[in-house]
């Protein structure tokens, strides 16, 4: 009789079948009548596959390895985080300077107006005629 999944046989015969030794992490063992200690084994559905994660390591753990290590994740994390601050510092300080170039007046003064503005008295003016040779 073959040992059933997750265990070997050292010999052909009535050997007495053994528990597999090499399982990782968050994995199962695939396949009956093993020769060997190191039974097949594959990661959990849910886990990045043993092709790529050999450990069958957490997806956390994966994908913290895959970028550094906890060393690397603080860097990244960290230049995320100070890239996002630049970017809000610069979207702010634009909208101030926006709100003061609405506040300041123009050059040619179109947007103030003083207290003692009145407006100017029309003059008179020289009717025009077809027929005239003057100019207006």
Request: hydrophobic fraction near 30%; proline fraction near 7%; glycine fraction near 8%.
């Amino acid at each position: 009789m073959p040992c059933p999944i997750g265990n070997f046989k050292e010999d052909f015969g009535n050997g007495q079948c053994l528990p597999c030794q090499n399982k990782e992490g968050n994995s199962y063992y695939t396949k009956t009548g093993e020769e060997k200690y190191l039974c097949e084994f594959e990661c959990e559905s849910s886990l990045v596959p043993k092709k790529l994660n050999p450990s069958c390591l957490s997806n956390f753990d994966y994908y913290t390895n895959y970028l550094g290590g906890l060393y690397g994740v603080i860097v990244i994390s960290t230049s995320i985080l100070v890239l996002i601050i630049f970017i809000l510092k610069k979207i702010v300080f634009q909208e101030k300077a926006l709100k003061n170039i609405l506040r300041q007046p123009t050059s040619n003064n179109l947007g103030r107006v003083t207290k003692d503005f009145t407006p100017k008295t029309p003059g008179k003016f020289k009717r025009a005629s077809f027929h005239s040779s003057e100019p207006w």
